[in-house]
Nanobody, 123 residues
Framework: QVQLVESGGGLVQFGGSLRLSCAASGSIFSINTMGWYRQAPGKQCELVATITSGGRTNYADSVKGRFTISRDSAKNTVDLQMNSLKPEDTAVYSC?????????????????WGQGTQVTVSS
């Protein structure tokens, strides 16, 4: 089994910064894409940013230029640096990973989620 544990959420003022971290652990052979998603009250879950195993990144238009996703493949971690935060960034942020478990001759692919961490931006 695979576990994703997030950290780094909290309360910050408009224009401030936060850094979220997510660590994957368990029977991991390799990790494909890792990413961050968020869900605000009364709204659907939306993609924030993703990063492939090769380092290719993708961002929601609403966070481009403000957020930066990065990963350490050796440590199975993914971070999200959030700058110039706005009240509309307030949401529960969840880490997601597309993970290969097992052995090289018997791989199983699965998609995993962290428990989520609250980010609140006050105006």
């Amino acid at each position: 089994q695979v576990q994703l544990v997030e950290s780094g959420g909290g309360l910050v003022q408009f224009g401030g910064s936060l850094r979220l971290s997510c660590a994957a652990s368990g029977s991991i052979f390799s990790i494909n894409t890792m990413g961050w998603y968020r869900q605000a009250p009364g709204k659907q879950c939306e993609l924030v940013a993703t990063i492939t195993s090769g380092g290719r990144t993708n961002y929601a238009d609403s966070v481009k230029g403000r957020f930066t996703i990065s990963r350490d493949s050796a440590k199975n971690t993914v971070d999200l640096q959030m700058n110039s935060l706005k009240p509309e960034d307030t949401a529960v942020y969840s880490c997601n990973a597309d993970v290969n478990t097992g052995t090289s001759w018997s791989l199983k692919r699965g998609n995993y989620w962290g428990q989520g961490t609250q980010v609140t931006v006050s105006s």
